[in-house]
């Protein structure tokens, strides 16, 4: 009795101990995602300076509609490209700022643009929910 008792008493430990682990597992995890995207923002010279400047939200529509809308449709509702609706919920300025620069996903071409032309169009992106 007393030993199938403690045998309770020890696999609760165990579980326990499972769970510290991966809780520490996942937060060790989530700070090295934390850090290095940090470290992407500032060692990218674009990124950094896109975000430092102010961009202007008639200029990035238009921008979108010229370069982006014939992949993302007219309301970047999803043609060829898939649908950018609420994607700045989705992805960090960062991320974004990536997609649209280093062309890591063919078929959608790397733009090559001033940090000033990308402001604006991140300034867009933020709007399309
Ligand atoms: C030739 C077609 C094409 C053009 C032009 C294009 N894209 Fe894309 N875009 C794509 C495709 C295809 C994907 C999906 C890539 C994948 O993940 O496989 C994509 C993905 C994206 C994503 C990521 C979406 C997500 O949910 O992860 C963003 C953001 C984006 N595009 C923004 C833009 C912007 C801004 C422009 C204009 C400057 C643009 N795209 C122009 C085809 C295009």
């Known amino acids: 009795m007393t030993s199938s008792s ?8 165990n579980s326990n101990n499972l769970l510290r682990t991966l809780a520490i597992i996942a937060s060790t995890m989530w700070l090295i995602l934390i850090l290095w995207a ?5 060692t990218n010279p674009f990124v ?3 975000l430092n400047k102010e961009g202007s939200l008639d200029r990035g529509a238009m921008l979108f509609r ?3 809308a014939s ?21 960090t300025d960062s991320q ?4 649209v620069i280093e ?13 000033q032309t990308m402001a604006d169009l991140l300034e867009y992106l933020h709007t399309i929910n």
């Open 96 to 99: 974004l700022i990536q997609q």
């Open 103 to 115: 062309g890591r996903t063919p078929p959608m071409p790397s733009f090559e643009i001033e940090p």
């Open 71 to 91: 992949c993302h449709g007219i309301a970047a509702q999803g043609l060829l490209g898939p649908s950018l609706k609420q994607v700045s919920f989705r992805l």
């Open 6 to 13: 403690s045998n309770v008493v020890s696999k609760e430990q």
């Open 48 to 50: 950094k300076a896109t």
């Open 66 to 68: 010229i370069n982006c």
């Open 38 to 42: 940090i470290d992407v923002t500032k």
